[in-house]
């Protein structure tokens, strides 16, 4: 399969952007138009389709089960259970196998329900012969295994009835559609759109088109829509409106056109596809992803997506909850610490980037003196700074400074564990991060966090240097390309070891 590791490709294959690059750029009036325009937030097809599976499991397990309580009287509950669970669980693996739980399935009729009408058959004929083998038949009702296998039916054809509609109604208004940018142009962009349009048109909103070319090769409309700028152009363009997708429109024998695009689109959150419509090389079926029909490589991929999405927002809100609950005592006190010492708010909101460069404003209990406040960062703190208050120099070097950030947690803003959110100013040796470290920005492809890997490692505290600095953005990195669940707890139970053992640069 021909993969490319985006990190590596910018490593080795391009020089360093310059900060211009990642600076705000003018758009063409096409691109101003659709960030200007609303946008329905879009429903994952995976959680969807997750919980889809669940429904329908619960349903035919509650039915097994009331079928049971209500006609047979001198049951075996310690029977008739675990044949309802595994029954279920079969049908679900076998509804998985003939393609019944995939968004095109949902939108059919017949095809889908004459899928799992066969599929529930198959169940009910091997869990009848599993009775009769096991010479089990004394042990169950046969009036309850017809009834169940026929109100079954009728569920799941109401249910299959019922989801199409409710996908059918997502679908025209285009919630399940991913909002798709090309990259490339000229007639290769134009047969793909077309595939688009055969194919793939229910689970693609294609926006337009972005090309570094400005000749003849690519025109600026294609197949009915626009070339709306060059490559850079969609790195400001992703960070003002929705995109979930970019569709590269290259052959695979353009490997620096490739790598020259993947440099500077790796910083998005975005999923990036090759279009397989451009190679004459044929590979296996297992090569390929497909979007709607469409035949495609995995160049890149959102780091946290669909049910990752679900679990790590419900970690945030369970921890960032129970650590308010828990900790509330010990805010309480910093608060009226902070305000006998010096005057001023309690408070202090500082604006920094987050998920995507979004400006976003957090909060912490001020730890400087009012008439040194510095918003922008634009000086770091460092040892025995005389803008630090008294009170300030221990909230700083415990990071109770922090612990207000809950609430940017329960607002969405801030993750519990992600790459820190840096003042919009800071700098290492006069140069402002984004300049003294390539793919700075990669570090947004995530929420930010109000604990990371960098931090429980030692990194945390005033980064003076490039090599600080540095460090700091490799662990980010390295946090987003391995992140689990199993990550994220044991960096949480890490954080107080971390405070305690490697606290050496915090004042």
């Not at 310690?78 to 509804?95: E, G």
């Not at 490799?474 to 960096?491: A, G, K, P, R």
């Amino acid at each position: 399969m021909y993969r490319v590791d985006p990190k590596q490709a910018v490593l080795e294959h391009v020089s360093k952007q310059s900060a211009a690059d990642e600076k705000e750029r003018r758009l063409s009036d096409q691109a101003e138009a659709i960030i200007a325009a609303p946008a329905e937030r879009s429903i994952s097809g995976a959680v969807v389709v997750g919980l889809a599976q669940v429904a329908e499991a619960v349903l035919l397990a509650a039915l097994g089960y009331g079928i049971y309580e209500y006609y047979v009287e001198l049951g075996q509950p310690a029977f008739y259970i675990p044949v309802i669970l595994a029954a279920c669980l079969l049908a679900n693996v076998l509804f998985n196998a003939a393609r019944a739980h995939r968004i095109a399935a949902y939108r059919t009729v017949f095809n889908q329900i004459g899928r799992v009408l066969i599929g529930w058959t198959l169940v009910m004929t091997v869990l009848t012969v599993g009775i009769f083998f096991f010479k089990a038949a004394d042990l169950f009702s046969r009036v309850w295994l017809v009834s169940w296998y026929l109100g079954g039916a009728v569920l799941l054809v109401a249910f299959r009835i019922g989801l199409r509609a409710l996908v059918q109604n997502w679908t025209a208004a285009g919630r399940l559609r991913r909002r798709t940018v090309i990259v490339g142009g000229g007639k290769d962009a134009e047969t793909l759109i077309e595939q688009i349009k055969a194919g793939a048109s229910n689970d693609i909103l294609l926006l337009g088109l972005f090309d570094d070319r400005i000749d003849d090769r690519s025109p600026d409309i294609v197949a009915g829509y626009a070339k709306l700028g060059k490559v850079a152009d969609l790195i400001e363009f992703a960070r003002r409106t929705q995109v979930d997708l970019v569709m590269v429109s290259m052959p695979l024998s353009a490997e620096k056109r490739v790598l020259d695009m993947l440099t500077q689109l790796w910083v998005l959150p975005v999923d990036i596809r090759l279009s397989a419509h451009m190679s004459k090389l044929k590979f296996t079926d297992k090569a390929y992803s497909y979007v709607g029909d469409i035949a495609v490589f995995d160049m890149a991929d959102r780091p946290i997506s669909d049910w990752n999405l679900v679990f790590k927002w419900v970690f945030d809100k369970v921890v960032a909850l129970t650590a308010l609950i828990l900790l509330s005592p010990v805010m309480v006190a910093a608060a009226i610490a902070v305000k006998l010492e010096s005057k001023g708010p309690v408070f202090f909101m500082q604006n920094r980037h987050g998920f995507n460069n979004e400006l976003i404003k957090i909060y912490k209990f001020r730890s400087m003196r009012t008439d040194m406040l510095d918003a922008g960062a634009a000086k770091l703190v460092t040892k025995g700074d005389p803008r630090v208050t008294r009170v300030g120099k221990f909230i700083r070097k415990t990071s109770i400074d922090e612990l207000p950030q809950l609430f940017n947690v329960l607002k969405g803003e801030l993750s519990i564990v992600g790459p820190r959110p840096h003042a919009l100013q800071a700098k290492a040796e006069n140069q402002l991060y984004y300049e003294a470290v390539e793919g700075y920005f990669a570090r947004h492809r995530v929420k930010p966090g109000m604990t990371g890997w960098a931090q429980i490692n030692g990194w945390r505290g005033e980064t003076d240097t490039i090599d600080k600095i540095m460090q700091r953005v490799n662990h980010d990195l390295y946090y987003i390309e391995h992140w689990s669940l199993l990550f994220d707890l044991y960096i949480v139970a890490m954080t107080p070891v971390s405070l305690v053992a490697k606290n050496e640069n915090a004042y």
